[in-house]
Protein backbone atom coordinates (compact mmCIF):
# COMPACT_ATOMS: atom_id res chain seq x y z
CA UNK A 1 0.00 0.00 0.00
CA UNK A 2 1.36 3.26 -0.89
CA UNK A 3 2.30 5.70 1.77
CA UNK A 4 1.51 8.62 -0.20
CA UNK A 5 -1.33 10.97 -0.07
CA UNK A 6 -1.61 13.35 -3.28
CA UNK A 7 -3.83 16.53 -3.72
CA UNK A 8 -4.56 18.82 -6.10
CA UNK A 9 -4.67 21.85 -5.23
CA UNK A 10 -6.15 25.87 -6.63
CA UNK A 11 -4.61 28.95 -5.80
CA UNK A 12 -7.48 30.67 -4.12
CA UNK A 13 -6.64 34.45 -5.39
CA UNK A 14 -5.86 32.54 -9.35
CA UNK A 15 -7.94 29.86 -10.18
CA UNK A 16 -5.50 29.63 -13.30
CA UNK A 17 -2.52 28.63 -10.49
CA UNK A 18 -2.36 25.49 -9.34
CA UNK A 19 0.10 22.26 -7.52
CA UNK A 20 0.05 18.89 -6.81
CA UNK A 21 0.99 18.36 -2.63
CA UNK A 22 2.60 15.46 -1.25
CA UNK A 23 2.79 13.74 1.79
CA UNK A 24 1.89 11.25 4.24
CA UNK A 25 -1.40 9.05 4.54
CA UNK A 26 -3.51 10.41 7.74
CA UNK A 27 -3.77 8.34 10.47
CA UNK A 28 -8.00 7.80 10.88
CA UNK A 29 -8.79 7.69 14.38
CA UNK A 30 -11.35 5.70 16.20
CA UNK A 31 -14.75 6.07 14.61
CA UNK A 32 -12.95 7.10 11.32
CA UNK A 33 -12.44 5.98 7.79
CA UNK A 34 -9.56 5.96 5.84
CA UNK A 35 -10.87 6.25 2.32
CA UNK A 36 -9.15 5.70 -1.34
CA UNK A 37 -10.82 7.50 -3.72
CA UNK A 38 -11.00 5.98 -6.93
CA UNK A 39 -12.85 8.19 -9.35
CA UNK A 40 -14.53 11.66 -9.75
CA UNK A 41 -16.24 13.35 -12.25
CA UNK A 42 -14.64 16.64 -13.43
CA UNK A 43 -17.25 19.10 -15.49
CA UNK A 44 -17.88 22.88 -15.34
CA UNK A 45 -20.25 22.23 -12.29
CA UNK A 46 -16.57 21.67 -10.38
CA UNK A 47 -15.30 24.95 -11.72
CA UNK A 48 -18.45 26.68 -10.13
CA UNK A 49 -17.41 25.28 -6.77
CA UNK A 50 -14.23 26.98 -7.49
CA UNK A 51 -15.57 30.22 -8.37
CA UNK A 52 -18.28 30.23 -5.80
CA UNK A 53 -15.55 28.68 -3.33
CA UNK A 54 -15.37 31.51 -0.90
CA UNK A 55 -18.90 33.22 -1.19
CA UNK A 56 -20.75 29.15 -0.85
CA UNK A 57 -17.91 27.48 1.42
CA UNK A 58 -17.00 25.26 -1.01
CA UNK A 59 -13.19 25.49 0.08
CA UNK A 60 -14.60 24.58 3.82
CA UNK A 61 -15.49 21.19 2.78
CA UNK A 62 -11.53 19.95 2.47
CA UNK A 63 -9.38 22.25 4.32
CA UNK A 64 -5.98 23.44 1.86
CA UNK A 65 -2.64 25.03 2.97
CA UNK A 66 -2.92 28.70 3.21
CA UNK A 67 -4.26 30.52 0.28
CA UNK A 68 -5.46 27.23 -2.04
CA UNK A 69 -8.64 25.16 -1.95
CA UNK A 70 -9.16 21.68 -3.27
CA UNK A 71 -12.28 21.47 -5.49
CA UNK A 72 -14.93 19.26 -4.34
CA UNK A 73 -15.91 16.33 -6.86
CA UNK A 74 -18.38 13.79 -7.10
CA UNK A 75 -17.49 10.48 -7.42
CA UNK A 76 -16.25 6.92 -5.74
CA UNK A 77 -14.53 5.74 -3.09
CA UNK A 78 -12.98 2.32 -1.07
CA UNK A 79 -12.81 2.24 2.50
CA UNK A 80 -8.77 1.62 2.79
CA UNK A 81 -8.96 1.00 6.63
CA UNK A 82 -11.67 1.41 9.30
CA UNK A 83 -11.64 2.27 12.53
CA UNK A 84 -15.45 2.43 12.98
CA UNK A 85 -17.80 -0.61 14.39
CA UNK A 86 -20.25 -0.29 11.48
CA UNK A 87 -18.62 0.69 8.43
CA UNK A 88 -16.14 -1.76 7.03
CA UNK A 89 -12.59 -1.93 4.83
CA UNK A 90 -13.36 -2.92 1.82
CA UNK A 91 -16.25 -0.89 1.38
CA UNK A 92 -17.20 1.24 -2.08
CA UNK A 93 -18.74 4.65 -1.33
CA UNK A 94 -19.99 7.25 -3.60
CA UNK A 95 -20.35 10.91 -2.63
CA UNK A 96 -18.34 14.66 -2.41
CA UNK A 97 -14.70 13.63 -2.81
CA UNK A 98 -11.38 16.27 -2.71
CA UNK A 99 -9.44 16.07 -5.49
CA UNK A 100 -6.56 14.03 -3.73
CA UNK A 101 -5.87 10.35 -3.34
CA UNK A 102 -7.30 9.70 -0.31
CA UNK A 103 -9.67 11.41 2.69
CA UNK A 104 -10.49 10.68 6.44
CA UNK A 105 -14.90 10.49 7.23
CA UNK A 106 -15.82 10.20 10.42
CA UNK A 107 -19.33 8.89 9.94
CA UNK A 108 -22.73 9.23 12.37
CA UNK A 109 -26.20 8.21 11.31
CA UNK A 110 -25.28 5.34 9.57
CA UNK A 111 -28.15 3.31 7.74
CA UNK A 112 -27.46 0.00 5.65
CA UNK A 113 -27.01 2.21 2.36
CA UNK A 114 -25.91 5.54 3.41
CA UNK A 115 -24.31 7.67 6.46
CA UNK A 116 -23.15 11.14 7.06
CA UNK A 117 -19.43 12.70 7.36
CA UNK A 118 -19.46 13.81 11.25
CA UNK A 119 -16.15 15.91 10.98
CA UNK A 120 -16.21 18.84 12.63
CA UNK A 121 -15.10 21.34 10.02
CA UNK A 122 -18.10 19.93 8.04
CA UNK A 123 -21.05 20.47 10.31
CA UNK A 124 -21.72 23.99 9.30
CA UNK A 125 -21.56 23.44 5.27
CA UNK A 126 -25.11 22.20 4.05
CA UNK A 127 -25.97 18.65 4.83
CA UNK A 128 -26.25 17.44 1.14
CA UNK A 129 -22.57 17.56 0.29
CA UNK A 130 -21.77 15.49 3.59
CA UNK A 131 -24.02 12.54 2.95
CA UNK A 132 -22.30 9.41 1.25
CA UNK A 133 -24.02 6.23 -0.08
CA UNK A 134 -22.80 3.10 1.18
CA UNK A 135 -22.98 1.50 -2.70
CA UNK A 136 -23.88 -2.66 -1.34
CA UNK A 137 -26.77 -1.26 0.39
CA UNK A 138 -28.09 1.51 -1.83
CA UNK A 139 -31.02 -0.29 -3.98
CA UNK A 140 -30.42 2.48 -7.19
CA UNK A 141 -26.90 1.35 -7.45
CA UNK A 142 -25.82 -0.20 -10.52
CA UNK A 143 -22.23 -1.26 -10.57
CA UNK A 144 -21.73 -0.71 -14.67
CA UNK A 145 -23.29 2.89 -14.04
CA UNK A 146 -20.69 4.39 -11.74
CA UNK A 147 -19.33 6.82 -14.96
CA UNK A 148 -22.91 7.86 -15.38
CA UNK A 149 -23.78 8.33 -11.72
CA UNK A 150 -20.65 10.52 -11.06
CA UNK A 151 -20.46 12.72 -14.25
CA UNK A 152 -24.60 13.26 -14.46
CA UNK A 153 -26.09 12.47 -11.11
CA UNK A 154 -25.29 15.69 -9.16
CA UNK A 155 -26.07 17.86 -11.86
CA UNK A 156 -29.45 16.20 -12.45
CA UNK A 157 -30.08 16.73 -8.89
CA UNK A 158 -29.78 20.37 -9.67
CA UNK A 159 -31.49 20.18 -12.70
CA UNK A 160 -34.44 18.04 -11.68
CA UNK A 161 -34.78 20.78 -8.76
CA UNK A 162 -34.53 23.73 -11.14
CA UNK A 163 -37.60 22.29 -12.82
CA UNK A 164 -39.52 21.71 -9.98
CA UNK A 165 -39.07 24.87 -8.97
CA UNK A 166 -40.11 26.85 -12.21
CA UNK A 167 -42.86 24.51 -13.06
CA UNK A 168 -43.97 25.13 -8.82
CA UNK A 169 -43.82 28.98 -9.70
CA UNK A 170 -46.23 28.44 -12.60
CA UNK A 171 -43.04 29.86 -14.52
CA UNK A 172 -43.79 33.06 -13.41
CA UNK A 173 -45.98 33.19 -16.21
CA UNK A 174 -43.47 32.60 -18.56
CA UNK A 175 -43.88 30.72 -22.06
CA UNK A 176 -40.28 30.57 -23.03
CA UNK A 177 -37.07 29.67 -21.39
CA UNK A 178 -33.83 30.40 -22.54
CA UNK A 179 -30.81 28.35 -21.25
CA UNK A 180 -26.88 29.84 -21.58
CA UNK A 181 -24.09 27.53 -21.59
CA UNK A 182 -26.74 25.26 -23.46
CA UNK A 183 -23.62 22.53 -23.98
CA UNK A 184 -23.82 21.98 -19.99
CA UNK A 185 -24.51 19.10 -18.77
CA UNK A 186 -26.40 20.51 -16.24
CA UNK A 187 -28.38 22.23 -19.01
CA UNK A 188 -29.04 19.77 -21.54
CA UNK A 189 -30.48 17.79 -17.80
CA UNK A 190 -32.75 20.38 -17.77
CA UNK A 191 -34.13 21.08 -21.38
CA UNK A 192 -34.94 17.29 -21.31
CA UNK A 193 -36.81 18.09 -18.33
CA UNK A 194 -38.36 20.88 -19.45
CA UNK A 195 -38.70 19.74 -22.74
CA UNK A 196 -40.74 16.48 -21.29
CA UNK A 197 -43.07 18.55 -19.43
CA UNK A 198 -43.93 20.36 -22.10
CA UNK A 199 -46.09 24.08 -21.43
CA UNK A 200 -43.05 26.42 -22.23
CA UNK A 201 -40.92 26.44 -25.58
CA UNK A 202 -36.83 25.53 -24.50
CA UNK A 203 -34.27 27.92 -26.21
CA UNK A 204 -30.39 27.16 -26.34
CA UNK A 205 -27.70 30.11 -25.84
CA UNK A 206 -24.36 28.31 -26.88
CA UNK A 207 -21.02 29.28 -28.76
CA UNK A 208 -20.78 28.87 -32.33
CA UNK A 209 -18.37 26.10 -32.05
CA UNK A 210 -20.97 23.91 -30.09
CA UNK A 211 -24.06 24.70 -31.76
CA UNK A 212 -24.25 21.94 -34.56
CA UNK A 213 -23.71 19.32 -32.02
CA UNK A 214 -26.45 20.97 -29.30
CA UNK A 215 -28.97 21.61 -31.81
CA UNK A 216 -28.66 18.09 -33.35
CA UNK A 217 -29.14 16.25 -29.62
CA UNK A 218 -32.82 17.44 -29.90
CA UNK A 219 -33.11 18.63 -26.17
CA UNK A 220 -33.67 22.25 -26.84
CA UNK A 221 -36.88 24.11 -29.58
CA UNK A 222 -33.91 26.29 -31.28
CA UNK A 223 -29.77 27.15 -30.29
CA UNK A 224 -28.74 30.22 -30.97
CA UNK A 225 -25.36 31.42 -30.35
CA UNK A 226 -24.16 34.15 -28.50
CA UNK A 227 -23.31 36.45 -31.05
CA UNK A 228 -27.02 35.95 -32.02
CA UNK A 229 -28.11 37.65 -28.36
CA UNK A 230 -28.93 41.03 -30.23
CA UNK A 231 -31.55 39.04 -32.34
CA UNK A 232 -33.12 36.80 -29.81
CA UNK A 233 -36.95 36.93 -30.43
CA UNK A 234 -37.96 39.08 -27.47
CA UNK A 235 -42.05 38.19 -27.97
CA UNK A 236 -43.99 37.25 -25.24
CA UNK A 237 -42.83 36.58 -21.04
CA UNK A 238 -39.35 34.75 -20.92
CA UNK A 239 -37.46 33.15 -18.28
CA UNK A 240 -33.66 32.86 -18.29
CA UNK A 241 -31.58 30.60 -16.70
CA UNK A 242 -27.47 31.65 -16.67
CA UNK A 243 -25.60 28.45 -16.50
CA UNK A 244 -22.68 30.63 -18.20
CA UNK A 245 -22.56 33.42 -15.59
CA UNK A 246 -21.06 36.21 -17.69
CA UNK A 247 -21.60 39.36 -16.39
CA UNK A 248 -21.42 40.69 -20.48
CA UNK A 249 -23.71 38.27 -21.55
CA UNK A 250 -26.41 38.38 -18.97
CA UNK A 251 -26.35 42.01 -19.37
CA UNK A 252 -26.92 41.92 -23.34
CA UNK A 253 -29.86 38.76 -22.70
CA UNK A 254 -31.36 41.05 -20.42
CA UNK A 255 -30.74 44.22 -22.29
CA UNK A 256 -32.51 42.27 -25.01
CA UNK A 257 -35.31 40.63 -24.06
CA UNK A 258 -36.16 43.65 -21.42
CA UNK A 259 -39.74 44.19 -19.90
CA UNK A 260 -40.35 40.51 -21.03
CA UNK A 261 -37.87 38.91 -19.19
CA UNK A 262 -39.91 38.12 -15.89
CA UNK A 263 -37.80 35.92 -13.89
CA UNK A 264 -33.56 35.21 -13.96
CA UNK A 265 -31.85 32.80 -12.30
CA UNK A 266 -28.56 32.14 -11.89
CA UNK A 267 -27.15 28.89 -11.76
CA UNK A 268 -23.53 28.43 -12.37
CA UNK A 269 -20.38 30.34 -13.77
CA UNK A 270 -19.01 28.70 -16.79
CA UNK A 271 -17.97 31.89 -18.13
CA UNK A 272 -15.09 33.09 -15.12
CA UNK A 273 -15.99 37.07 -15.64
CA UNK A 274 -19.05 37.13 -13.38
CA UNK A 275 -20.21 38.49 -10.24
CA UNK A 276 -23.90 38.08 -9.57
CA UNK A 277 -25.95 40.95 -9.70
CA UNK A 278 -22.78 42.88 -11.21
CA UNK A 279 -23.40 45.36 -14.01
CA UNK A 280 -27.21 44.62 -13.78
CA UNK A 281 -29.12 45.59 -16.78
CA UNK A 282 -30.70 49.69 -16.33
CA UNK A 283 -34.06 48.17 -16.23
CA UNK A 284 -36.19 44.57 -15.88
CA UNK A 285 -35.57 41.55 -13.28
CA UNK A 286 -32.91 41.32 -11.31
CA UNK A 287 -31.06 37.85 -11.06
CA UNK A 288 -31.86 35.28 -8.15
CA UNK A 289 -29.23 33.30 -7.62
CA UNK A 290 -30.16 29.48 -7.63
CA UNK A 291 -28.82 27.32 -4.61
CA UNK A 292 -30.12 23.97 -5.24
CA UNK A 293 -29.25 22.65 -1.48
CA UNK A 294 -31.67 24.81 -0.07
CA UNK A 295 -35.41 23.74 -2.53
CA UNK A 296 -33.88 19.76 -1.46
CA UNK A 297 -34.19 20.85 1.60
CA UNK A 298 -37.72 22.53 1.36
CA UNK A 299 -38.76 19.27 -0.94
CA UNK A 300 -37.73 16.74 1.65
CA UNK A 301 -39.74 19.00 3.99
CA UNK A 302 -42.68 18.94 1.63
CA UNK A 303 -42.19 15.03 0.21
CA UNK A 304 -40.57 13.43 3.09
CA UNK A 305 -36.91 11.89 2.48
CA UNK A 306 -38.38 8.82 0.77
CA UNK A 307 -40.72 10.93 -1.33
CA UNK A 308 -38.33 12.94 -2.66
CA UNK A 309 -35.67 9.88 -3.83
CA UNK A 310 -38.34 8.46 -5.45
CA UNK A 311 -39.43 11.14 -7.60
CA UNK A 312 -35.68 11.83 -8.42
CA UNK A 313 -34.91 8.24 -8.79
CA UNK A 314 -38.14 7.95 -11.28
CA UNK A 315 -36.50 11.09 -13.78
CA UNK A 316 -33.19 10.03 -13.25
CA UNK A 317 -33.64 6.24 -15.16
CA UNK A 318 -35.63 8.07 -17.55
CA UNK A 319 -33.27 10.45 -18.21
CA UNK A 320 -30.06 7.99 -18.63
CA UNK A 321 -30.75 6.26 -21.78
CA UNK A 322 -31.28 10.03 -23.25
CA UNK A 323 -27.97 10.72 -21.55
CA UNK A 324 -26.05 7.77 -22.81
CA UNK A 325 -26.92 9.33 -27.18
CA UNK A 326 -24.90 12.01 -26.04
CA UNK A 327 -22.01 11.63 -23.36
CA UNK A 328 -19.21 9.55 -23.47
CA UNK A 329 -17.22 8.90 -20.46
CA UNK A 330 -13.84 9.52 -21.03
CA UNK A 331 -10.66 8.52 -18.55
CA UNK A 332 -7.99 10.41 -17.05
CA UNK A 333 -5.00 8.93 -14.74
CA UNK A 334 -2.52 10.71 -12.91
CA UNK A 335 -1.55 14.67 -11.67
CA UNK A 336 -0.72 15.35 -15.15
CA UNK A 337 -3.50 14.20 -16.96
CA UNK A 338 -5.94 15.72 -13.57
CA UNK A 339 -3.63 19.10 -14.29
CA UNK A 340 -4.36 19.29 -18.11
CA UNK A 341 -8.48 18.50 -17.97
CA UNK A 342 -8.64 20.88 -14.85
CA UNK A 343 -7.17 23.62 -16.88
CA UNK A 344 -9.58 22.48 -20.21
CA UNK A 345 -12.31 23.12 -17.79
CA UNK A 346 -11.47 26.13 -16.73
CA UNK A 347 -11.32 27.67 -20.18
CA UNK A 348 -14.34 26.10 -21.50
CA UNK A 349 -12.80 23.80 -24.14
CA UNK A 350 -14.34 20.62 -22.94
CA UNK A 351 -16.27 19.30 -25.98
CA UNK A 352 -20.01 18.72 -25.08
CA UNK A 353 -20.11 15.29 -25.69
CA UNK A 354 -16.98 14.47 -23.50
CA UNK A 355 -17.61 13.61 -19.39
CA UNK A 356 -14.09 13.41 -17.93
CA UNK A 357 -13.74 10.76 -15.02
CA UNK A 358 -10.53 11.13 -12.98
CA UNK A 359 -8.10 9.37 -11.44
CA UNK A 360 -5.65 11.33 -8.98
CA UNK A 361 -3.61 8.43 -8.63
CA UNK A 362 -2.30 5.87 -11.35
CA UNK A 363 -5.82 4.03 -11.76
CA UNK A 364 -7.89 1.03 -9.53
CA UNK A 365 -5.26 -0.85 -7.48
CA UNK A 366 -3.29 2.12 -7.10
CA UNK A 367 -2.58 0.89 -3.28
Not at 117 to 142: F, I, K, M, T, W
Not at 243 to 258: D, E, K, N, P, Y
Amino acid sequence: MTTTLQTFLVARDDLGRTRLAAGPLPEPADGELLVRIDRIAFTANNITYAEMGERMGYWRFFPAPEGFGIVPAWGFGDVLVSRHAVVSAGERLYGFWPMATHVVLRPDRVAAGSFVDASEHRQPLPAAYNLYQRCAGDPSYVAADEDWQALLRPLFVTSFLLDDFLADAGFFGATRVWLSSASSKVALALAHLLRSRGGVEVMGLTSAAHRDVVAALGVYRRVWTYADVPALPNDGRAVFVDFAGGVALRRAVHTRLGEGLVYSSAVGMAHRDAEIGAAPPPTGVKPVFFFAPERLRQRARDWGREGLEQRIGQAWRAFLPVARGWLEPVHSCGPEAVARVYEEALHGRVPPRTGHVLMLGEGPGQD
